[in-house]
């Protein structure tokens, strides 16, 4: 079993519409949740952290449920500049470890 | 504030040569990691170190491949006898592993090798 798994889609939206992507993680001992985004196999880019309280940076929201192990991602009225990979990311004693990652096309 | 630098950005080696890739952390940071990600295959943990310090190698092959940070000079990832497999996008991250805000790395725009 991967120690993050997540549907690698592609999703397609049109612009405006709402998406919610989810992760699950298999090490219940895993300390620090994190998404990035990924354009084009370019660097990942540090899209938000992810707490229990959960935590929202403009159109993006993130939640973590540690019981389930579970993470997810909202993006809320998408754009065209949305489109890109999504990386579902495990922080363990220093080192990441991230998820085959989603796939997001936002149409117009 | 200067992001992580990696350089070169391209690399093509023939089998058997060596390849030298380059990190420098953003200012400030003194943790380094290095991850691999091979054609159509998510990004993997290799190694992470500090200043003149190996922490976790636990993702480095156990042959061909070493790491080092010393204490001037950037981070060195090093590949021996190159061989057509270790054709991959290798990026370098940086964190200050503070205690507000523990592991967030940012990540340098990687360097492609290409072994022919």
């Known amino acids: 079993r991967k120690e993050v798994e997540q549907d690698p889609g592609p999703f397609n939206v049109p612009e405006g519409a709402t998406v919610a992507f989810n992760c699950t993680y298999s090490?219940?001992?895993?300390?620090?949740f994190f998404w990035y985004r990924q354009d084009c196999r370019k660097e990942p880019k540090l899209l938000m952290s992810?707490?229990?309280s959960g935590n929202e940076d403009g159109r993006f929201t993130a939640q973590l449920n540690r019981a389930s192990q579970y993470i997810s991602l909202l993006i809320r009225d998408s754009k065209l500049s949305d489109s890109a990979t999504y990386l579902c990311v495990i922080g363990n004693t220093g080192k990441l470890i991230f998820g085959q990652g989603t796939t997001l096309q936002v149409k117009p | 504030n200067a992001g992580v630098m990696q350089n070169p950005r391209h690399l093509v080696r023939r089998r058997g040569q060596e390849a030298r890739l380059r990190c420098s952390p953003m200012?400030?940071?003194?943790?380094v990691y290095w991850y691999r990600q091979l054609p159509e295959e998510g990004l993997k943990f290799m190694v992470y170190?500090?200043?003149?310090?190996?922490?976790?190698e636990s993702g480095m092959p156990k042959e061909r491949f070493s790491a080092e940070f010393p204490k001037e000079g950037p981070s060195i990832l090093r590949i021996q006898q190159v061989v057509r497999g270790d054709s991959a996008a290798y990026f370098c991250?940086?964190?200050?592993?503070?205690?507000?805000?523990?592991?967030?790395?940012?990540f340098g725009p990687g360097t492609r090798l290409t072994v022919t």
């Open positions: 200012k400030g940071h003194s943790h």
């Open positions: 090490n219940s001992a895993s300390q620090s």
């Open positions: 170190l500090q200043k003149e310090n190996i922490i976790d």
């Open positions: 992810v707490y229990s």
């Open positions: 991250a940086s964190s200050p592993l503070t205690r507000l805000a523990p592991y967030e790395q940012y």
